[in-house]
């Protein structure tokens, strides 16, 4: 099994539409989680972390469910610009690697 | 503040010859790691390092060797390519604190990559 699972999509949606994607993790000792984004050929870049139950930015909102070990990223009013590849990411307590989910794949149409 | 760089970013080897990726932050990052990333199988981790010194297998680390002589710059050696390594590289970097009673992972800082073809 693996650590961390995604829906790879595609999700295509219009603009202004809500999406969430969620993402399932295998570890339940499971302290730190990221969701990141990937625009093509560039590399990740951090779109938010979480701690604790969730954390939200703007039309972004991440939450945490630990008895069912999945995290969830919520994004509202959608843009094209947020047209990328969103990875879950999680990490051990005290682990000293990063479990990468293969992606989900977003594109917003106009 | 460059963040993390990787150099080279594009390169093209024949099997059978090597060479070395550089990875260096300016972060004082104590974790640096190498990635590889091949279509639908997302970043695999090749080899880490928890410090200056310090080097330890990833998921993938086969055909591949690592030094991390200065805290800034963690290298990753091919000493024979193989076709079977024609991927995008990333390097990254992290830190960690702890609190609460449990230990934080934060988040890793990517480097733009490096697109190597094995032919």
């Known amino acids: 099994r693996k650590e961390v699972e995604q829906d790879p999509g595609p999700f295509n949606v219009p603009e202004g539409a809500t999406v969430a994607f969620n993402c399932t993790y295998s570890?339940?000792?499971?302290?730190?989680f990221f969701w990141y984004r990937q625009d093509c050929r560039k590399e990740p870049k951090l779109l938010m972390s979480?701690?604790?139950s969730g954390n939200e930015d703007g039309r972004f909102t991440a939450q945490l469910n630990r008895a069912s070990q999945y995290i969830s990223l919520l994004i509202r009013d959608s843009k094209l610009s947020d047209s990328a590849t969103y990875l879950c990411?999680?990490?051990?307590?005290?682990?000293?690697?990063?479990?990468f989910g293969t992606g989900t794949s977003l594109t917003v149409i106009p | 503040n460059a963040g993390v760089t990787q150099t080279p970013k594009f390169r093209v080897l024949k099997t059978g010859q090597s060479m070395t990726l550089l990875c260096a932050q300016d972060?004082?990052?104590?974790?640096m790691y190498w990635y590889r990333q091949d279509p639908g199988m997302g970043l695999r981790l090749i080899h880490y390092?928890?410090?200056?010194?310090?080097?330890a297998k990833g998921e993938v680390p086969d055909g591949y060797n690592v030094s991390r002589l200065k805290k800034q710059n963690f290298l990753l050696g091919l000493e024979s390519a193989a076709p079977s390594q024609t991927s995008v590289y990333f390097c990254?970097?992290?830190?960690?604190?702890?609190?609460?009673?449990?230990?934080?992972?934060?988040?890793?800082?990517f480097g733009p990559g490096t697109r190597l073809t094995v032919t």
């Open positions: 972060m004082n990052h104590e974790y």
């Open positions: 390092s928890v410090g200056e010194g310090t080097t």
């Open positions: 990411v999680v990490n051990e307590d005290g682990g000293n690697q990063f479990y």
């Open positions: 990254a970097s992290s830190y960690k604190e702890i609190a609460g009673g449990h230990t934080l992972s934060y988040e890793q800082y």
């Open positions: 979480v701690y604790s």
């Open positions: 570890n339940s000792a499971s302290q730190s």
